[in-house]
């Protein structure tokens, strides 16, 4: 039997949830993008559990959530670039791809044992007074299982991993409703490594330079996303069905 186990975002509720991530347990919460499905980034255990819940392999890298522009240079490596576009586009729709800072252990599980980290701050109260209350960056991919379409509601993450969650956090419907995009600022040049919420025209006119795309899909991703069946739905789908195709389906 399901276990419906979603709870809205009182401020007894964040606190409760911010108790389990801090316990080492999984919670869903919403974004300015998608739901995500939280641990504590510094528990292998409960990172580990994020992977075996999504059914997701083990070296696709994770995205670590952050609530304070300022803890990013205590966590990776930054530049006035780096700074520049965090405090221009953050709270946003937009990851970075950084060095990490130091060679812990404890995220190598998170960072898919790369020397990078991809990390974001979210557009959300809820998502960004969890972070806080945790006190501790939360790795979240989208809640859902592996190779299915990401969640928006609260409800869409119930039906997709039902009691694996511990709690989830009901912040109504994700404005946005697609992932983040993802950027490299670990080279010289931005490369934008996986399309999303945020438009490569806005970081070009920002940072007044080309940005370039990496379009194409790898076995060994260095970011989320690049897989290439990551979203793909479980249905068929045509683009040619006409009406008369979807009438005489139905009369069969």
């Known amino acids: 039997m399901k276990i419906e186990n979603i709870y809205q975002p009182t401020a007894e509720n964040i606190a409760r949830a911010a108790k389990a991530i801090k316990d080492g347990k999984l919670v869903s919460f919403p974004t300015d993008t998608v739901y995500g499905l939280g641990a504590n980034v510094y528990n292998a255990q409960a ?4 992977f075996k819940a999504k059914e997701r392999p083990l070296f696709d890298p994770l ?10 240079p205590e966590y990776a490596e930054t530049d006035s670039r780096v700074m520049d576009l965090a405090r221009h586009f953050w709270p946003g729709p937009l990851t970075f791809v950084l060095k990490r800072k130091d060679n812990n252990p404890s995220i190598d599980l998170a960072c898919a044992g790369l020397g990078s980290l991809a990390v974001r701050m979210p557009n959300h109260p809820v998502a960004l007074a969890l ?29 997709s991993l039902g009691n694996k969650v511990d709690m989830i956090l009901d912040g109504g419907a994700c404005k946005i409703g697609v992932e983040t995009t993802i950027i490299d600022l670990t080279g010289k040049q931005v490369t934008i490594l996986r399309a999303g919420g945020l438009a490569k025209e806005d970081l070009e006119e920002f940072l007044g330079e080309k940005v370039l795309i990496n379009d194409t899909s790898s076995s060994r991703p260095t970011a989320p ?28």
């Open 225 to 252: 996303g690049q897989l290439l069946k990551h979203y793909a739905p479980r249905l068929p789908l045509r683009i040619n069905v006409e009406e008369d195709d979807v009438i005489m389906k139905i009369a069969k």
């Open 63 to 72: 995205i670590s959530h952050i609530a304070e522009i300022d803890f990013l």
């Open 47 to 50: 990172v580990a559990n994020i």
């Open 131 to 159: 972070i806080k209350h945790s006190g501790v960056p939360i790795v979240a991919p989208s809640a859902n299982k592996f190779k299915t379409v990401s969640p928006t509601t609260a409800q869409h993450v119930q039906d």
